[in-house]
């Protein structure tokens, strides 16, 4: 079994920059896809971004594209998410999962993935 921990969040100001990690214990990450999705008070889970067990494959959605770039070191069984020009609306607590493929529409469907970590809280505000 796969235990996510995410971590980095915080508090920024509109503009600004953070980088999340997801760091994995029990398992080894490198045969996973992983996505991370955001759910903010009274909304739904959100995808956001998801890479391919190699890391060769990226996909984002339309609301963060070219804003944040999602990237993996398997050697240390850690996924980041760094998140650039941060807006309000990117307020929300994130959070990281594992699915057997990470590929097209199936990147944003949370309910094919497996293993989910808690969260962490992202806030973004002046």
């Known amino acids: 079994q796969v235990q996510l921990v995410e971590s980095g969040g915080g508090l920024v100001q509109p503009g600004g920059s953070l980088r999340l990690s997801c760091a994995a214990s029990g398992s080894t990450l490198d045969s996973y896809g992983i996505g991370w999705f955001r759910q903010a008070p009274g909304k739904e889970r959100e995808g956001v971004s998801c890479?391919?067990?190699?890391?060769?494959?990226?996909y984002y959605a339309d609301s963060v594209k070219g804003r944040f770039t999602i990237s993996r070191d398997n050697a240390k069984n850690t996924v980041y998410l760094q998140m650039n020009s941060l807006k309000p609306e990117d307020t929300a607590v994130y959070y990281c999962a594992t699915v057997p493929r990470a590929y097209g529409a199936v990147c944003f469907r949370p309910w094919t993935y497996a293993y989910w970590g808690q969260g962490t809280q992202v806030t973004v505000s002046s």
């Open positions: 890479i391919s067990s190699s890391g060769g494959n990226t």
